[in-house]
DNA sequence: GGTACTTTATTTAGTACTGAACAAAGAGGT
DNA sequence: ACCTCTTTGTTCAGTACTAAATAAAGTACC
């Protein structure tokens, strides 16, 4: 009963659909996964069988026979996302449904030379506290740039680190698949499979702290284009010889609206002084303080027009706008609203903007999303971890029902 | 020995990529198509007996058994392609291997009632007298969008269409597949198969003209966005308050650079007189003037400073810069280069810009290659036409040779 | 309450495809 | 000359999947 890669393929699809679409009938998901009605039978036989999934409530008919639903068994695997930034990581252990089941933050100093094994370690201590019959894999999400995919070798100048093969080593410490990816490309996993592009094809996921960064759902995957790096909304020209960015440009969008940015201008304006830090800037804008809106309502009218070429050159369904500069949404949105709409070629001009309030979890909960998403690039860009992840969901199964299968299907 | 819609599939795939890439072995089909190589074996034995693919030299070994090379056989099948803009049309008829074996173009006027019977008739000439033994489909390309691709509706201002069935139409008339699209997604998909774009899967491929487009090719297939309306780079937002658009905004990308802004600029300047054109501009340029010259620079700077956002965003290995504005490339690249590279993050600052001369054939080409490149969306954008055109492929064989295939495989 | 129609799910016969073993044909070293 | 290694291509048994017919279970209309 050795089972082939194509099997696992369409088994994993099968729980992945359920997992973010919620309770789905075998019609339903013979149509959305493009095979046929008669595989599903079977297929969805044999993971009821193997107690992967449920036979829940009928669906009220609509001129036909009632559908079953067919849900999944929440603890039928599980999977780790870590989200690492300089000073300290966040840890969460997701449900095969995507459900966060506990999380935990801990301190982290990125730019030891020993930063990795602390890492293993702090990961070690939360994993064998895991919930889950089985874990599935682990997602990290890094700040920086990832080289190769499969091998997980991390580029990041945020966290001083330089051709660090992350993913190799965690795979050798915990004999797991492992994936490793940027942050945004891991929020906007986590944002399309449950947050506000659910359901969306094609959706822009903009986050808006330190740095400014984008991560593009485009056909219904998160877009990574040639080398790894698109998104990068960023370092768009705005201001032209403007203020020095990191990238050594000139007049970057994250130049001009990045929190450094907003604190330096408010304090070449005199509205902060010298020690001041951007929370105090948003509390004089809280109260009411004019100076203090205008710089967050200038920078959202900044925003407002990068955004604007973007949102015409790849023609979203939507736009999330987070991170910890969402959380001053209110400010930045009387220049951002006008700036946006004038902007937008006429077909896109409605285009809903969704704000969300910042929270940690999610970026660990996108980089666990990562485990439960990439069994289906075959033999893409993670190599063989997906087919690695599928073997290990197939043997999630109890041992017991296996035998009552096979004899089931002869 | 009716065939499934999933062989069709697959032996489409296997002549297509035969005639994109040239002439290949079995096992690199096998590896590039993603199957297994006993399949390769089974479908090129078939197709071999059709009389579509020959057997050609052997490829020099490289330490094993050295490989021997299929091509395919060039009158195998072929295409119609059609540019449609407003005052004329240029049609061409390409083999299978997307070579153009003849073009024509013939004066047209899209305003009057009649254009759409105009249009079928010039196609009935054209057609009457194909070369090829026989045609796979139609493609269309025009400057709009297209609503539903299945069907084929047009919307377009330049053309002054709108909510026109036009692939319904020509279906009819034709009784042979019609696949409709955007003039610059066609062009970005014959540069992705046979042009500048050839190898790489993400590349953007930009047009300057009246207007000011882009077609992005992302995981090597073209990228049309949620509403079909992706690429639209001519409305990024450039100059705050600048000259008005057609799109209703004030200082889009094509309100400053395009044609009649190059010409609106010079005329405001003293460069041009009232009744002089693009062409003088062109020529001043050319014989030294530096007020001319300066006029292009200054384009070629704001092109330059828009086109880094677009590459720090999709992150493409390769820039194709094409259309009546790049026969004064030569002008337009002084500040466009400069504006480009320093508004590039680090890691994309070394990207190739190339720049084609203009060729009218192109477009029609690149019409021809939806037909030759949708076989494989399957239930897509494409509906059924995709199913319809690999029919066509598979009966394009001689019907005395299916005998001796249906032998062979017993 | 029957008839017509929809939609969901299963069965069955047959096709498309894979994996593994093997054969073929070369390069490179000793 | 012989062995080892690499790569291509084929054979064959078995698996993954489909299409078409059918059953199951409802709605809608008269």
């Known amino acids: 009963?050795?089972?082939?890669?194509?099997?696992?393929?369409?088994?994993?699809?099968?729980?992945?659909?359920?997992?973010?679409?919620?309770?789905?009938?075998?019609?339903?998901?013979?149509?959305?996964?493009?095979?046929?009605?008669?595989?599903?039978?079977?297929?969805?036989?044999?993971?009821?069988?193997?107690?992967?999934?449920?036979?829940?409530?009928?669906?009220?008919?609509?001129?036909?026979?009632?559908?079953?639903?067919?849900?999944?068994?929440?603890?039928?695997?599980?999977?780790?996302?870590?989200?690492?930034?300089?000073?300290?990581?966040?840890?969460?252990?997701?449900?095969?449904?995507?459900?966060?089941?506990?999380?935990?933050?801990?301190?982290?100093?990125?730019?030891?030379?020993?930063?990795?094994?602390?890492?293993?370690?702090?990961?070690?201590?939360?994993?064998?506290?895991?919930?889950?019959?089985?874990?599935?894999?682990?997602?990290?999400?890094?700040?920086?740039?990832?080289?190769?995919?499969?091998?997980?070798?991390?580029?990041?100048?945020?966290?001083?680190?330089?051709?660090?093969?992350?993913?190799?080593?965690?795979?050798?410490?915990?004999?797991?698949?492992?994936?490793?990816?940027?942050?945004?490309?891991?929020?906007?996993?986590?944002?399309?499979?449950?947050?506000?592009?659910?359901?969306?094809?094609n959706a822009l996921v903009v986050t808006i702290g330190t740095g400014v960064g984008a991560g593009i759902i485009a056909d219904g995957v998160v877009f990574r284009g040639h080398s790894g790096v698109a998104g990068e909304i960023g370092h768009i020209p705005t201001i032209e010889n403007g203020p020095l960015c990191q990238c050594g440009g000139h007049g970057c969008l994250e130049a001009v609206i990045g929190q450094q940015a907003l604190v330096d201008q408010a304090r070449k304006r005199g509205v902060l002084t010298g020690s001041e830090t951007l929370g105090v800037l948003r509390d004089r804008a809280d109260s009411g303080d004019p100076d203090a809106q205008k710089i967050f309502a200038e920078a959202g009218h900044l925003l407002g027009r990068a955004l604007a070429g973007v949102v015409n050159t790849l023609d979203p369904e939507v736009v999330i706008i987070l991170g910890e500069g969402a959380e001053s949404w209110q400010h930045w949105m009387y220049g951002f609203e006008p700036a946006l709409r004038s902007c937008l070629v006429p077909a896109k001009r409605g285009i809903p903007v969704a704000v969300e309030s910042w929270q940690d979890d999610r970026w660990a909960q996108g980089a666990a999303c990562l485990v439960l998403t990439t069994p289906f690039d075959e033999q893409g860009l993670s190599g063989d971890q997906g087919q690695w992840i599928r073997r290990r969901l197939a043997k999630s199964a109890q041992p017991g029902a296996a035998d009552v299968t096979t004899k089931a299907r002869q």
């Open 1 to 201: 009963m050795q089972s082939s890669a194509r099997t696992d393929m369409t088994r994993s699809a099968v729980l992945t659909f359920i997992g973010s679409h919620g309770p789905t009938s075998r019609a339903d998901l013979a149509r959305s996964l493009g095979v046929s009605p008669a595989l599903m039978t079977q297929l969805t036989k044999d993971l009821l069988n193997e107690g992967l999934i449920s036979e829940l409530e009928y669906s009220p008919s609509r001129g036909g026979r009632p559908a079953r639903l067919l849900g999944l068994v929440v603890d039928a695997g599980g999977a780790i996302g870590v989200k690492v930034v300089a000073d300290h990581i966040t840890v969460v252990e997701v449900g095969i449904t995507g459900t966060v089941l506990r999380s935990a933050t801990e301190p982290f100093d990125a730019s030891t030379m020993t930063a990795v094994e602390t890492l293993i370690g702090l990961l070690r201590i939360f994993i064998n506290s895991s919930v889950s019959t089985r874990l599935l894999g682990i997602g990290v999400a890094i700040p920086g740039n990832i080289d190769e995919q499969s091998v997980g070798t991390v580029e990041s100048t945020q966290l001083g680190w330089s051709r660090l093969p992350l993913g190799a080593r965690l795979r050798e410490a915990f004999d797991l698949p492992v994936l490793v990816d940027n942050n945004v490309n891991a929020l906007a996993a986590a944002e399309a499979l449950y947050g506000q592009a659910k359901g969306h094809a």
